[in-house]
Nanobody, 125 residues
Framework: QVQLVESGGGLVQAGGNLRLSCAVS??????????MGWFRQAPGEGREFVAA????????LYADSAKSRYTISRDNAKKMVYLQMNNLRPEDTAVYYC????????????????WGQGTQVTVAS
């Protein structure tokens, strides 16, 4: 079993930066079968893929909206996954979720078996 706890959300002005963190427990983060992803969900919207990373960190995927502004990374020794978000926009406002996959690095939420509770990010204009 894998437990995920997100942190780092909050209220920020447009153009500001935030770094989200995801603490992983219950299973070693260095396992080859534990790709990690970030998703977000705005009010009234479905869950949207943001970024994903392989266990080695050599393969990363980004949504078009995240490219050039967001960076996903992981520290297997610390059992942490991060999402650095720069130049935030009001449309980035959402609850951000960390997720763990037991299979592949993918953009599809149904391929992720474990989810955190989410952290709220609000970007004021």
């Amino acid at each position: 079993q894998v437990q995920l706890v997100e942190s780092g959300g909050g209220l920020v002005q447009a153009g500001g930066n935030l770094r989200l963190s995801c603490a992983v427990s219950g299973r070693t983060l260095s396992s080859r079968d534990l790709p990690m992803g970030w998703f977000r969900q705005a009010p009234g919207e479905g869950r949207e893929f943001v970024a994903a990373i392989s266990w080695s960190g050599t393969r990363v995927l980004y949504a078009d909206s995240a490219k050039s502004r967001y960076t996903i990374s992981r520290d297997n020794a610390k059992k942490m996954v991060y999402l650095q978000m720069n130049n935030l926009r009001p449309e980035d406002t959402a609850v951000y979720y960390c997720a763990a996959s037991l299979t592949i690095v993918t953009i599809y939420p149904q391929e992720y078996q474990h989810w955190g509770q989410g952290t709220q990010v609000t970007v004021a204009s």
